[in-house]
């Protein structure tokens, strides 16, 4: 690893540190898990705020509940973190079972079927009304025609979960793909419904399609058991882009490529691929996400940990023993070591270098992957202030009876506070800097 050289950089001040874990996917979900509310830093004041806040949490408990032991203030906090975010969702729930983004605002058969989705998923962790389901799921299933295709009037602009997809059966594939999981937690959506819409799936998907819409009808029929799937899935193998060791599925931008590589991930889980296999698609992913768990957006930060926490179950018994050494190029006497096996992988090692030198080298032996994260800190000079406002505050006198001095505070046209003062005020110039 080569130092980088900043132009501005005060003398004494530069710290490099080196965080290696073994389990990298274990380990965001241990922060994802420990620190719910903090992975998506957003108000929940709209419907789908707040299913971005919750989903996160609700996949990483799922992962720990069936793999290893949680404390129980951890197991408390974050369980009362999932029944708030469910109560909460609640409100923009219309009596027709559908949900909208706010409470004044029409449904979206997207966000119903988001909400639907996760609360399938919820009833093993948290108690839900089982009417909130049953009553979303028969409206999903009203938004489609007889040819199999779901359409929604409310919402052709608006759908942004997978409208970025590209694919004419974008949104189809995405109901199937909430039918069907729904379904597998034993909320039985109608067969006929679940048959139409994989049948238009299939039949508009070709090759050629964006790689992302292939990666969204790949992972809906392969769910859905689509006789046809194989095809599909071979023409999402066939775009997928393979760059030192690491593939991925493109799109116009990295946001776009995460949910589609998510897909991806969740595909090849369910056809049982080879393990390294998807593990190179995982390696892509994680490389993109903070050590606190989040992507770029919200809706790039939800698939992924989706993915990640299937993978994590799917590849928990793959095997894991790498021994790592430290050096820099300035001190022959600087040398730190990890050992990473199974048992400690979700630990971060931290090294800290406060002498960096020109390079740091990491020499790493053994069988399994890894993530390395090197962080590279220091001081710079304060610029001089820029002023960038300007304001200049009027007061306005006005002899007021009883002999004291009216002043006029105006702030805009619409907004101002009138106050006594014994004296008279001068006017006031005030410069803000920021």
């Known amino acids: 690893i080569r130092r980088p050289h900043p132009d501005n950089v005060l003398p004494n001040t530069e710290r490099c540190e080196i965080d290696i874990v073994g389990d990298g996917v274990n380990a965001i979900l241990e922060t994802v898990v420990k620190q719910p509310g903090q992975v998506i830093i957003w108000p929940s004041d709209c419907g789908e705020q707040t299913m971005s806040k919750l989903v996160p949490a609700l996949y990483a408990y799922e992962y720990f509940k069936t793999t290893k032991p949680m404390s129980d203030s951890v197991e408390y906090n974050t369980l009362k973190f999932l029944r708030e975010g469910y109560n909460q969702i609640l409100r923009y729930r219309k009596a027709d079972g559908s949900f909208s983004v706010f409470t004044s605002s029409p449904s979206y058969l997207w966000l119903t079927a988001y909400v639907i989705r996760t609360l399938c998923q919820a009833t093993k962790v948290i108690m839900i009304d089982e009417n909130v389901i049953t009553s979303g799921l028969r409206y999903i299933a009203s938004k489609q025609r007889g040819d199999g295709k779901f359409f929604d009037e409310n919402s052709s602009s608006n759908w942004r979960l997978v409208g970025h997809l590209d694919h004419p059966a974008a949104l189809t594939a995405y109901m199937l793909i909430t039918m069907e999981e729904c379904d597998a937690e034993g909320f039985k959506a109608p067969a006929f419904s679940k048959q139409r819409a994989a049948s238009f799936v299939k039949q508009h998907t070709r090759q050629g399609d964006s790689p992302g819409g292939l990666a969204l009808a790949a992972y809906a029929l392969s769910l859905a058991k689509s006789p046809g799937r194989q095809n599909v899935i071979q023409w999402l193998e066939e775009s997928v882009h393979l760059d030192q060791g690491d593939r991925h599925v493109p799109g116009n931008s990295d946001v776009y490529s995460a949910q589609a590589t998510s897909y991806a991930i969740m595909t090849f ?115 001089n202030d820029i002023c960038k406002f300007d304001i200049t505050a009027n007061f306005q006198q006005k002899q007021a009876s009883g002999g004291g001095i009216l002043t006029g505070i105006s702030r805009s046209i619409e907004n101002g506070n009138l106050h006594h003062e014994k004296y008279p005020t001068p006017d006031y110039r005030m410069e803000v800097c920021a």
């Open 269 to 383: 889980i369910k056809e049982l691929k080879d393990v390294d296999y998807i593990t190179s698609f995982v390696q892509w992913l994680s490389k993109r996400i903070s050590p606190k768990g989040s992507l770029k957006t919200s809706k790039d930060t939800v698939m992924a940990l989706q993915a990640l926490a299937k993978y994590a179950t799917y590849a928990k018994e793959n095997s894991l023993d790498l021994s790592c050494e430290v050096t820099v190029s300035n001190n022959r006497d600087f040398k730190e070591y990890v050992r990473i096996k199974r048992h400690n992988a979700s630990i971060h090692n931290k090294i800290e270098i406060n002498e960096p030198g020109e390079t740091i080298f990491v020499k790493v032996k053994g069988s399994g992957t890894g993530i390395l994260y090197f962080n590279h800190t220091y001081n710079v000079k304060v610029p």
